[in-house]
T-cell receptor, first 113, second 114 residues
Framework: NAGVTQTPKFRVLKTGQSMTLLCAQDMNHEYMYWYRQDPGMGLRLIHYSVGEGTTAKGEVPDGYNVSRLKKQNFLLGLESAAPSQTSVYFC????????????FGPGTRLTVL | AQKVTQAQTEISVVEKEDVTLDCVYE???????LFWYKQPPSGELVFLIR??????QNEISGRYSWNFQKSTSSFNFTITASQVVDSAVYFC???????????FGKGTMLLVSP
């Protein structure tokens, strides 16, 4: 099992450009999450999904959109990137509840110039 | 309000020393879960332990041990005989039944020198 994978690993964008980050898990987990990690801030939840076709806002959702068309995939979109979105993005998944252990992907380092 | 506090921003020890990482949490729920994750320099987040609020037994796994005390709302993590490979940022996290988020502390950076 690959666990949780993220594509791409690194990306540099110019302000105003758009991009999509892909997260895939092969553990048949129901719940999936997108976090961002900034220095000194820990991890903050952007959006999450409790199952295929569902999404919900987390702590810092502004400027991001998500989609969960297939159970194993969770996409994070930036429609118009801003320098404040420079961060490391982590995807995670858990089996069937918010209190289950979350398993994380390797992260995507995004720089917005 | 911050619900997970890791007051130690950075700790430096010499190999073979024991080190304890502190975690204090705040919750009104009676059912909750506490976690520790390790983030080595390579950047991935590695799950270490999950503990529910009804289980106050201490946990030992090799050189790692965890002390959960509800009376002081603490879930501290001790590494015995530290090694250079233990150098990482360690995060404590809280999950509550009524909330969607896994709330992380800001992390403690542990540096183990040879």
């Amino acid at each position: 099992n690959a666990g949780v994978t993220q594509t791409p690993k690194f990306r540099v964008l110019k302000t105003g450009q758009s991009m999509t980050l892909l997260c895939a898990q092969d553990m048949n987990h129901e719940y999936m999450y997108w976090y961002r990690q900034d220095p000194g801030m820990g991890l903050r939840l952007i959006h999450y999904s409790v199952g295929e076709g569902t999404t919900a806002k987390g702590e810092v959702p502004d400027g991001y959109n998500v989609s969960r068309l297939k159970k194993q995939n969770f996409l994070l979109g930036l429609e118009s990137a801003a320098p404040s979105q420079t961060s490391v993005y982590f995807c995670a998944s858990s089996f069937d509840s918010r209190t289950d252990t979350q398993y994380f992907g390797p992260g995507t380092r995004l720089t917005v110039l | 309000a911050q619900k997970v506090t890791q007051a130690q921003t950075e700790i430096s020890v010499v190999e073979k020393e024991d080190v304890t990482l502190d975690c204090v949490y705040e919750t009104r729920d009676t059912t909750y879960y506490l976690f520790w994750y390790k983030q080595p320099p390579s950047g991935e987040l590695v799950f270490l332990i999950r503990r529910n609020s009804f289980d106050e037994q201490n946990e030992i796994s090799g050189r790692y041990s965890w002390n959960f005390q509800k009376s002081t709302s603490s879930f501290n993590f001790t590494i015995t005989a530290s090694q250079v490979v233990d150098s990482a940022v360690y995060f404590c996290a809280l999950s509550e039944e009524g909330y969607s988020t896994l709330t992380f502390g800001k992390g403690t950076m542990l540096l183990v020198s040879p």
